[in-house]
């Protein structure tokens, strides 16, 4: 007999924002090969020699600014959006982290005990990148097989340029646009630019010119770059935002090596200097507002973005909670579970 079950899968974060929860979160988050993708001698040796005796304290210290009496923001919203989701289908939703608890390796255990025969993995991640979501995937997969459990899975593909997704963030946006702005920046998570040419199955293509995102190419169905600005196109046609009123952005990035360009504090920068005033930013790589949102875009960002001369920096909200992810996510679900694939809407 089939019993079907759905698999939400997440980054993580720390159990607290103490200095010792953040250092156990970041050697986990930190020794995965697609995230630090140095051979692991190399990889051990800057983790533990010239991150973990620094970093940490820093981080708790940001976590600190945007934790919540219920947890991280990004626990308590990925909860809710599993708890909202899981009253509009008739199967069973679990929630899993890549990184922290609930593990993966401890979720495929209950989904073994259930019994369950078909698992549809959710990927909370837009955009395909090894860091986010082929990390995820792999961790599952692995799981699966070390514990010998053998549903029939079904994985949610990256929906970067959906049309229900890009609706979702309109709808979560139209608020925020309707106040009137000199600017909207989509901020994106950036990645090293090391991390495109792995994925590219050419090896050949991503950032080989100046316009590869612009030319069709089988790479785009794992070039992160490639998806963000998917992403932005269809906002812009949707709501037809002028040209000089938009701009696309990476911000995170971590090391010497280069990261995509151009780099969110830059911009910011940038802009109050050349007259921006009020500035929007949006983060459509994040499903979930966290840490990368509400402290580095909210606080260091705005504080960036005044300092150099501007008036005013918003953050449009993740989708977070908002009915219309959830309905997408209801309608990917029920699609799944009428045909066996996810419905897909254009």
């Not at 490639?226 to 938009?246: L, N, P, R, W």
Request: charge should be neutral; hydrophobic fraction near 35%; proline fraction near 7%.
């Amino acid at each position: 007999m089939q019993k079907k079950a759905v698999l939400l899968l997440n980054l993580g974060s720390p159990d607290s924002c103490s200095v010792g929860d953040v250092r156990r979160y970041l050697r986990e988050f930190l020794m995965d090969e697609r995230v630090l993708d140095a051979p692991w001698p190399i990889r051990a040796m800057v983790v533990y020699f010239f991150i973990l005796p620094f970093r940490p304290k820093q981080s708790a210290h940001a976590y600190s600014k945007v934790w919540t009496p219920e947890g991280s923001p990004l626990m308590v919203i990925s909860k809710k959006q599993q708890a909202l989701l899981q009253q509009m289908v008739d199967v069973s939703v679990f929630l899993a982290m890549r990184y922290g608890s609930p593990s993966i390796p401890d979720t495929i255990r209950k989904i073994h005990r259930e019994e369950i025969t078909d698992l549809f993995i959710v990927p909370l991640y837009p955009h395909y990148a090894m860091s986010s979501y082929e990390t995820v995937v792999e961790r599952v997969n692995v799981e699966i097989e070390k514990q010998g459990v053998s549903p029939k899975i079904t994985i949610l593909q990256p929906f970067y340029d959906e049309e229900d997704y890009i609706k979702a963030l309109i709808e979560c946006a139209r608020p925020y646009l309707e106040g009137g702005f000199d600017k909207l920046l989509f901020s994106f998570h950036g990645v090293p630019e090391r991390h495109l040419r792995k994925s590219d199955p050419t090896h050949a293509h991503c950032l080989a010119t100046p316009d590869c995102c612009q030319r069709p190419h089988p790479a785009h169905d794992t070039c992160y770059r490639h998806q963000c600005f998917q992403t932005v196109d269809k906002f812009i046609s949707m709501t037809g935002i002028a040209e000089d009123k938009y701009a696309v952005s990476f911000q995170s990035r971590l090391g010497r090596d280069p990261w995509l360009k151009p780099y969110t504090d830059f911009e910011l920068k940038r802009f109050a200097r050349e007259g921006v005033k009020k500035i929007l930013v949006m983060c459509p790589a994040f499903l979930s507002d966290c840490l990368e949102t509400l402290e580095e875009i909210a606080i260091q960002g705005k504080e960036t973005f005044i300092k150099a001369g501007g008036e005013s920096l918003t953050l449009i909200p993740c989708l977070n909670d908002h009915p219309e992810f959830i309905q997408f996510l209801k309608r990917k679900v029920n699609g799944w579970l009428q045909d066996g694939i996810p419905e897909k809407r254009e």
